[in-house]
Every structure is written in structure tokens, then in C-alpha cells.
């Protein structure tokens, strides 16, 4: 499996920012899907923001869009979430996720399609 290293999490007030990390050492940075979700105690894990790679766009959650951005550095091999105007309803673990395949619109949103995962990051939204 190849290996997930998530970063950046912490403790900011509502209306803060924050900005992830997620390190792939791999060789497929560039191919498949990848993106990121959240979890939070009692909840289903949930897609935040992923993209297959081939396509031009990211798929936003409606709760996250317009706020949060996701972006890529190929040379570092890392894979950025921005989040902006953060509320205490963003409060959770934040995961990287990646595959090998190339995710269609009917799968993407969901974590069983994807076969690596980092550890996660915390991300507390309180004052």
C-alpha cells in the first residue's frame, strides 16, 4: 500500500483558516483519484473534496464549496485542502484518500472506492 501522511490540522477559532498537507510517496500522484474527507464521532466517513485526475475539475461537497480549495503540487507530491471561514461544523478528522482507479461520477463520493488512507488530522473550529 502506498503510504498517507496528512499534516496541518489544529485548533482555530470560527471564521479562521487552515491549510492540510498530504504527502504521497508513491508513484501515482499524478493518476487515479484523490482527495479528501472527514469524520467525526457517530457519523459516516464523507467526501469534503476529490478529483480523478484525468478530468479538469474538483468535486466540492455543498457544505465545504466556496470555501474550502483543493490543490496539488506534483513536484512535492502533495495534496492541499485550503480551508477558509471555518465553522465548529467543520470540526473533525480530516483523511487523505487516493486509488489507482480512475473514479467515475457515481463513485467518487465514497470512501469505499478508495485504497489508501493517511492516519488523519484533527481539526477543531471553536472559540
Known amino acids: 500500500q502506498v503510504p498517507l501522511v496528512e499534516s496541518g490540522g489544529g485548533l482555530v477559532q470560527p471564521g479562521g483558516s487552515l491549510r492540510l498537507s498530504c504527502v504521497d510517496s508513491g508513484r501515482t500522484f499524478t493518476t487515479g483519484t484523490m482527495g479528501w474527507f472527514r469524520q467525526t464521532p457517530g457519523k459516516e466517513r464523507e467526501f469534503v473534496a476529490v478529483?480523478?485526475?484525468?478530468?479538469?475539475?474538483?468535486l466540492y461537497a455543498d457544505s465545504v464549496k466556496g470555501r474550502f480549495t483543493m490543490s496539488r503540487d506534483n513536484e512535492k507530491k502533495t495534496l492541499y485542502l485550503q480551508m477558509n471561514s471555518l465553522s465548529p461544523e467543520d470540526t473533525a478528522t480530516y483523511f487523505c484518500?487516493?486509488?489507482?482507479?480512475?473514479?467515475?461520477?457515481?463513485?467518487?463520493?465514497?470512501?469505499?472506492?478508495?485504497?489508501?488512507w493517511g492516519q488523519g488530522t484533527q481539526v477543531t473550529v471553536s472559540s
Open positions: 484518500a487516493a486509488t489507482n482507479k480512475g473514479l467515475i461520477t457515481s463513485t467518487i463520493r465514497f470512501p469505499s472506492n478508495y485504497d489508501y
Open positions: 478529483r480523478r485526475w484525468s478530468f479538469g475539475t474538483t
